[in-house]
């Protein structure tokens, strides 16, 4: 009886169970990489078109220069809350020179004038109502170190009461120069927009600050 023959040594067939998973390998290697350029690709075009599409950013409006009125839309009555004689008086007539309105006389400063508070130490008080707001902004030029001060005021009349430290009305040469250098144009209109309000990114308009 004979045995079955050998198998031949060095064959080239293999078993089943050893073949090599190289090329399956390389197939599942390459299936990754064309999804992650599909994706890669998917997300930058998002990204480009989010770029593309409408921004949030300041309107025409807020982009222009700043604007308040001309000296002839706002009127305005100088105090004098210390002992010094007649400041108020040449304070004013300084001031009508350079424009504003003062149909009132200087005086000095008391109970009878909203926001009244006694002797004032800095340079002024500029006091002023709702309807005055625009004009105390341009007058603070006119005297800088001096503090803003809302009241309750009915009318559009601005108050600068001087203080211990006032020495002059800024000229108007001074006065312009500031202007320029904060953006601020002077309009021949006393609707000028209040600096204290401000346009949103989006050109939803924003309450004025108190």
């Not at 073949?19 to 690709?41: E, G, H, I, Q, S």
């Not at 309107?59 to 809350?81: C, G």
């Not at 004032?120 to 030029?141: C, F, N």
């Not at 312009?176 to 346009?199: E, H």
Request: hydrophobic share 40%; glycine share 8%.
């Amino acid at each position: 009886m004979t045995s079955p023959p050998s198998a031949p040594s060095g064959g080239s067939a293999s078993e089943p169970g050893t073949r090599r998973p190289l090329p399956a390998l390389v197939f599942l290697l390459a299936l990754t990489l064309l999804a992650a350029l599909v994706w890669w690709r998917v997300l930058a075009r998002s990204s480009d078109d989010a770029a593309a599409g409408p921004t949030c950013t300041p309107s025409t409006a807020a982009a222009q220069p700043k604007q308040l009125p001309e000296q002839e839309a706002i009127t305005v009555t100088v105090l004098n809350s210390t002992k010094r004689q007649g400041i108020a008086t040449k304070a004013q007539r300084a001031l009508v020179q350079d424009g504003f309105q003062a149909p009132a006389s200087a005086a000095n400063d008391s109970k009878a004038y909203p926001g009244y508070s006694g002797k004032i130490t800095g340079v002024a008080e500029i006091r002023y109502g709702p309807d005055g707001s625009q004009g105390a902004q341009l007058l603070q030029y006119y005297f800088p170190g001096a503090k803003l001060v809302k009241t309750n005021s009915k009318d559009s009349t601005v108050l600068v009461s001087l203080g211990t430290k006032y020495k002059n009305v800024a000229s108007q040469h001074a006065v312009t120069a500031a202007l320029k250098a904060d953006d601020i144009k002077l309009v021949p209109v006393a609707g000028a927009p209040d600096l204290q309000s401000s346009s949103s990114a989006c050109g939803t308009a924003s309450p004025a600050a108190g």
